[in-house]
């Protein structure tokens, strides 16, 4: 099979180039529709491909990807943003797919990595739909944080798609404002669409109405069982900034009515106790999210709510009950995926100290 890579992109000269290179070993056809760039984004894409299109932006991702993807001529249409990389693995990974992928595959999903260590090792990754049959004529739904819905025949895929900016970049209003105007003009949100509203509202400082639409959300009782977990988790977050602790308890634990506890939920339950000074129930918690079997979910995974997280926290909390030689168990379990971290060096040498005088 072939591929056809569509990407949407505006004034991406910084990393467009560094995209494209990475995927041209697998891309049988590469089309870049542009929305309106003012530099030299769309000279970068002529390099590699001839198949560049103006889009006229109209505050609507979705209606930009599908006309992207009405240009693929290939069997599969396969999408990746200006500033993401194909890994060489992955380059390879994909060329094997192509001949080895079944016919009555109709989407394909793959790994979207989305932080790093300090050591370039994935943290954080989501599943994302990537690849599609383009017979099929898949169409992205929602005007910002769209997708396609998962129907059809799946294919789920470890191959990692890294998603790498440049610089850090100042929190642009453009997602929170297209939906700001859907409310305005009367729109009704759907549960997919209150649940991502809520998230813009909270990274805008909007704790407020962050809450509202969260809880918006939850009151659906239609939402995607990962977008529940994730929603508790936050909305947990956001009701210990305003105070409201005698909600934070019963959001947290909602979420083991979808699965069984996830480890950034038990850290989280960790943080309240910790934070009451209660350091042997904290401490069970951080311990726990060490030990619970990680789910094979296709939400956003975090892979440090079940090494460093936990272990340096249960570290401090050990140290607090005095238990310093397990603390120190903690502490170097801690090490393993961050060896360089300051604040496993200053609790190796305080408890050191402290273990010297313990015997």
Wanted: with cysteine.
């Amino acid at each position: 099979m072939k591929i056809s890579l569509c990407l949407i992109v505006k004034n991406e000269e910084e990393v467009l180039g560094r995209c494209l290179e990475s995927a041209r070993d697998f891309a049988d056809e590469i089309i870049i529709v542009d929305t309106g760039s003012t530099d030299e984004t769309k000279e970068i894409a002529r390099q590699f491909t001839d198949k560049v299109y103006d889009f006229e932006w109209i505050n609507d991702f979705s209606a930009a990807r599908n006309f992207a993807f009405s240009k693929a001529t290939m069997d599969y249409q396969m999408w990746l943003d200006a500033d993401d990389i194909v890994p060489e693995k992955s380059v390879q990974e994909i060329n094997n797919l192509k001949t080895a992928l079944s016919d009555d595959i109709e989407i394909v999903t793959m790994k979207y990595v989305l932080s790093f260590d300090h050591n370039n090792n994935p943290t954080f990754h989501s599943t994302r739909e990537r690849l599609f049959k383009r017979s099929k004529n898949y169409q992205w739904i929602d005007p910002v944080h769209e997708c396609i819905p998962l129907i059809g025949h799946l294919q789920y895929t470890d191959i990692e798609i890294w998603h790498k900016k440049t610089r850090q970049e100042v929190v642009s209003t453009r997602n929170v404002d297209i939906y700001r105007a859907l409310e305005k003009s009367g729109k009704a949100f759907s549960p997919r669409q209150l649940y991502y509203y809520a998230r813009e509202l909270k990274d805008h400082n909007d704790t407020e109405n962050a809450i509202i639409y969260y809880e918006k959300f939850l009151a659906t009782g239609l939402g995607w069982i990962e977008d529940v977990i994730a929603c508790c988790h936050q909305l947990a977050i956001e009701y210990k900034k305003i105070g409201s602790e005698e909600k934070i308890l019963p959001t947290l634990f909602k979420t083991f009515e979808y699965d069984i506890p996830r480890p950034e939920i038990c850290c989280e339950l960790g943080y309240y106790y910790k934070e009451k000074q209660n350091y042997n129930q904290a401490f069970k918690w951080f311990d726990l999210a060490t030990k619970v079997v990680v789910s094979d979910n296709v939400g956003f995974v975090f892979s440090d709510y079940s090494g460093y997280i936990p272990n340096l926290e249960a570290c401090v909390c050990l140290s607090f009950l005095g238990d310093y030689p397990k603390a120190n168990e903690y502490n170097e379990r801690a090490s393993v995926s961050r060896p360089d971290c300051p604040s496993v060096n200053q609790n190796r040498e305080y408890l050191k100290s402290m273990m010297a005088d313990y015997f």
